[in-house]
């Protein structure tokens, strides 16, 4: 495996047509509900990403420990998942899972009925998961600032309860867009719910078997909107997104309006072109966290300064989010401080030439959010393999807009 790569660009003009990955949350929940509907669906366009063909793998396996790496969604909606279907199941993960809360969702799955022990330290992975007796609980107070990927688990398995479930969520809703994907998921396969102000109610019913395409990511298609803005002449057409989408990640399209990128929706997806971008800008990342990383590194790299909220959930990802970019734009002389609680500042500085080499944190989204940065001098991004996550082809794609790829 490579330690790192170097990543050029001859002439910074950027032509092509891209077919991006699939996205891995809708390809996860379009599978877990699948699995929960105990019928054959047909679900086209799975994801290449390892986040999705792993909890493929993991939802045929009969074995007793099952390991989620470093995937949240596959950790949390299996946990979930075994839970409600009363499977014994030890689930671990990477070091760093081990590191990434779940109190709240094992907390409200016991509540719920289900047995499920703490294999290391109490509100983290490894969880031995035992069998499921009903508690005929239908009603439940979930902390909802954490991370949605609980209220999805649980929303997933509700259908399934005795009594259904009543979700009231506690305190600012963090990750709203990707509970309304599970929602509109759930929907497509025949489960309807009722999401009234801080309360997601869900009757008990049946999934029903349906067949389901996965959108091209909105997340893998920031990278490239990162790209164009800081390309010297671009077009780049990018296939399967669609205007009307399940993901909150197309706010990218909205964001980098301002940011320099003009966007086309077309019949095969999106076309990207070059337009002004704005000097200083005011961003709440709460309902995208996935998003910030590709506009810190670009505004650091392009000279825009960004105030930002919304980036709690930042410190429990695959890496600490937040210290990572802290560390990485200070090589591009900009510095990104928390000015008040909650509220960060991104200062660009003047960029000079220099050996630019990014770390990358075991976090595919630093690895494609400064990739970009090699249209202005050539790069070095360390550990690239990362991208494999949600966007194995990433530097397969760059070599098809004539970015020179040299392996170390
Ligand atoms: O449900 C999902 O598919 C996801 C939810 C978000 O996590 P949080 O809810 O933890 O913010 C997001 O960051 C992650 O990449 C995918
Ligand atoms: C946070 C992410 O993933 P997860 O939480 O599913 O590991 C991500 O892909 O940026």
Known sequence: MSQSLTLQHPTGKLTGTIKLPASKSEANRALIIAALSGQESQLHNLSEANDTQLLQR????????????DAGTVMRFLTAYYAVTGQQKL??????????PIKVLVEALRELGASIDYVGEEGYPPLKIGGFKGSGQKHLKVRSDISSQYISALLMIAPLLPEGLELVLEGKIGSRPYIEMTLSLMQHFGVSADFSGNTITVKPQKYKAAEFTVESDWSAASYWYSLVALAQEADITLLGLKEKSFQGDRAIADIMYRLGVYTEFTSEGVRLLKKEHERHISLDFSDCPDLAQTVVALSAGIGIAVDMTGLESLRIKETDRIQALQIEVLSLNASLQEVTPGVFSLKPGILQKKELSFRTYQDHRMAMAFAPLALLQPIEIQEPSVVRKSYPRFWEDLQKVGFEVTYN
């Open 58 to 69: 993991l939802l045929q396996s009969n074995d007793q420990t099952i390991d989620a790496e």
């Open 91 to 100: 689930l671990t993960g990477t070091e760093r899972m081990c590191q990434r």
